[in-house]
Nanobody, 123 residues
Framework: QVQLVESGGGLVQAGGSLRLSCAASGSIISINAMGWYRRAPGNQRELVAHITSGGSTNYADSVKGRFTISRDNAKNTVYLQMNSLKREDTAVYYC?????????????????WGQGTQVTVSS
């Protein structure tokens, strides 16, 4: 099995910064795309940022220029550097990764989700 464990959430004032981390562990053969999603109260989960295995990135318009996604393939970890945080960035942030792993004796590729980490931005 594969687990994604997020860290780095918390409470920050508007204009401040946070860095989220998500480490994948388990019987991992390779990790393809990785991404960060978020869900604010009353809203659906939305894509925040996405990074391919080759390092290509894309961002939601609302975070462009403020957030940066990166990954360390040697550590099976993806990061989200969040700067100039706004109140509307308040949400639970979820890590997602498309992972090829061995399940029993079968190579399986599927998406996994982390448990979520709360980010709260106060004014």
């Amino acid at each position: 099995q594969v687990q994604l464990v997020e860290s780095g959430g918390g409470l920050v004032q508007a204009g401040g910064s946070l860095r989220l981390s998500c480490a994948a562990s388990g019987s991992i053969i390779s990790i393809n795309a990785m991404g960060w999603y978020r869900r604010a109260p009353g809203n659906q989960r939305e894509l925040v940022a996405h990074i391919t295995s080759g390092g290509s990135t894309n961002y939601a318009d609302s975070v462009k220029g403020r957030f940066t996604i990166s990954r360390d393939n040697a550590k099976n970890t993806v990061y989200l550097q969040m700067n100039s945080l706004k109140r509307e960035d308040t949400a639970v942030y979820y890590c997602n990764a498309v992972v090829s792993s061995v399940v029993v004796t079968t190579l399986t590729t599927r998406a996994y989700w982390g448990q979520g980490t709360q980010v709260t931005v106060s004014s």
